[in-house]
């Protein structure tokens, strides 16, 4: 079976070829102009000559080790038919007596030599590939190379490197010697706190590689990832980084709605509504707010840059134990950039500064509204 992996051949010894099969079997080779002129006719019959005046050599094939005359008829005379080409032409060589020996001789040595040619790649140490040479190497590396056959059927330098695949002189056993092992990663730790308190930071988390990838493997994907964080409160548990947060806001008119008492179980139907109310000099917002015309977010269109807005604080947006509404940027100096998202549609945000803090709200209507 050929090629020879393909069928799992493995060649112990190499049999004795016998003379006379070498001359039968095998094509001759024409010979040099320095050996003589041979008889090249397409239909010529030739005689060779015997050296020194002797006489002509019988016309024909070599007879058979066990002395039968070969099919063409040796010792019968002329041989039937057209002559071929070399020393094993039905016929006999002529014109060249001298040095017909010689082109016979040097013809049956070049077979000879192309025969063991071809011997020696069948030979078991001619498959030698990636496994024999224990060679499996990352990337490009010119010099990861052994002899053997390759997968395109070419004899010769093949190579055991990783980009072997993409340029096709591998050998032919790489798939089996340098197998494609992919990254193998752990488990996700556990989320990181944040890196700092109070003001906007991130947290992390990472994994272990346990196998690097081989041989062209799938890559390891991402071994950490990050995410933002916010702490709200100091080591000490003092409340903090409300400036940072954006405050989610709505019409006052919603506030008609609720009760103007708190919801939290900390606080009881008897104790006073401890609102405030936060004014803020708007910045910027996104055009998206212009586009509201749908009947609960229609107070959308009233948001316009520079213009100062109120904003009122009160249970339940408050909380029980600060006191405070998220958002209300109350830590802020007053050149701090805020940022504010109205509520109904997440497109509608912006960016204000804050002007001051006062009990109660005193801006029209349409200016006034409520943290949630």
């Given at each position: 079976?050929?090629?020879?992996?393909r069928g799992?051949?493995?060649a112990r010894?190499?049999p004795?070829i016998?003379?006379?099969?070498l001359?039968?079997?095998?094509?001759a080779?024409p010979?040099g102009?320095?050996m003589?002129?041979?008889?090249r006719?397409?239909?010529s019959?030739?005689?060779?000559a015997?050296?020194?005046g002797?006489?002509?050599?019988?016309?024909g094939?070599?007879p058979?080790?066990?002395?039968?005359a070969a099919r063409a008829?040796?010792?019968?005379?002329?041989a039937?038919g057209?002559?071929?080409?070399?020393c094993s032409g039905?016929?006999?060589?002529?014109?060249?007596?001298?040095?017909?020996?010689?082109?016979?001789?040097?013809?049956?040595?070049?077979?000879?030599?192309?025969a063991?040619c071809?011997?020696?790649?069948?030979w078991?140490?001619a498959l030698?590939?990636?496994a024999?040479a224990?060679r499996?190497?990352?990337?490009?590396?010119?010099?990861?190379?052994?002899?053997?056959w390759?997968q395109?059927?070419?004899?010769g330098?093949?190579?055991?490197?990783?980009?072997?695949?993409l340029?096709?002189?591998c050998c032919?056993?790489?798939?089996?010697?340098?197998?494609a092992?992919?990254?193998i990663?752990?488990?996700?730790?556990p989320?990181?706190?944040?890196?700092?308190?109070?003001?906007p930071?991130a947290?992390?988390r990472?994994?272990?590689?346990?196998q690097?990838?081989?041989?062209g493997?799938?890559p390891?994907p991402?071994l950490?990832?990050r995410?933002?964080c916010?702490?709200?409160a100091?080591?000490?548990?003092?409340?903090?980084?409300h400036?940072f947060?954006?405050?989610?806001?709505?019409?006052?008119a919603?506030n008609k709605e609720r009760?103007?008492q708190?919801?939290?179980?900390?606080w009881t139907?008897?104790?006073?509504?401890?609102g405030?109310?936060m004014?803020?000099?708007?910045?910027?917002?996104?055009h998206?707010?212009?586009l509201?015309?749908?009947p609960?977010?229609?107070w959308?269109q009233?948001?316009r840059?520079?213009?100062t807005?109120?904003?009122?604080?009160?249970?339940p947006?408050?909380?029980?134990?600060s006191?405070r509404c998220s958002?209300?940027?109350?830590d802020?100096?007053?050149n701090q950039?805020?940022?504010?998202q109205?509520i109904g549609?997440?497109?509608?945000q912006?960016?204000?500064?804050?002007?001051?803090?006062?009990e109660?709200c005193s801006c029209p209507?349409?200016?006034?509204?409520i943290f949630?």
């Amino acid at each position: 079976m050929w090629p020879p992996w393909r069928g799992g051949w493995r060649a112990r010894s190499l049999p004795e070829i016998p003379e006379h099969l070498l001359f039968r079997c095998l094509p001759a080779f024409p010979a040099g102009r320095a050996m003589g002129a041979v008889g090249r006719g397409p239909g010529s019959r030739a005689s060779i000559a015997g050296a020194g005046g002797g006489g002509a050599l019988p016309a024909g094939p070599r007879p058979a080790p066990d002395g039968r005359a070969a099919r063409a008829g040796v010792g019968r005379g002329p041989a039937r038919g057209r002559a071929g080409p070399g020393c094993s032409g039905a016929g006999a060589l002529r014109g060249t007596p001298a040095l017909a020996p010689k082109v016979c001789r040097a013809r049956a040595m070049r077979t000879l030599w192309m025969a063991l040619c071809v011997l020696a790649r069948l030979w078991p140490g001619a498959l030698a590939g990636c496994a024999d040479a224990g060679r499996c190497c990352p990337g490009r590396d010119p010099a990861c190379f052994a002899s053997g056959w390759r997968q395109d059927r070419v004899y010769g330098t093949c190579f055991c490197d990783q980009a072997c695949r993409l340029t096709g002189d591998c050998c032919f056993d790489y798939a089996r010697a340098c197998p494609a092992r992919p990254c193998i990663v752990g488990e996700w730790s556990p989320w990181s706190g944040c890196a700092s308190q109070c003001r906007p930071t991130a947290r992390v988390r990472r994994r272990a590689v346990q196998q690097e990838p081989q041989n062209g493997g799938e890559p390891c994907p991402a071994l950490e990832e990050r995410a933002g964080c916010l702490e709200y409160a100091t080591p000490q548990g003092e409340d903090c980084g409300h400036a940072f947060v954006p405050a989610f806001i709505t019409t006052s008119a919603f506030n008609k709605e609720r009760t103007r008492q708190a919801a939290s179980p900390h606080w009881t139907t008897s104790t006073e509504d401890a609102g405030y109310c936060m004014e803020f000099k708007t910045e910027s917002l996104t055009h998206h707010c212009a586009l509201e015309n749908r009947p609960l977010t229609r107070w959308m269109q009233y948001l316009r840059e520079g213009y100062t807005v109120c904003v009122d604080c009160q249970p339940p947006a408050m909380n029980s134990v600060s006191l405070r509404c998220s958002g209300d940027g109350l830590d802020s100096d007053g050149n701090q950039t805020l940022h504010w998202q109205a509520i109904g549609n997440p497109r509608c945000q912006g960016t204000w500064k804050k002007v001051r803090r006062v009990e109660q709200c005193s801006c029209p209507a349409v200016h006034s509204f409520i943290f949630i």
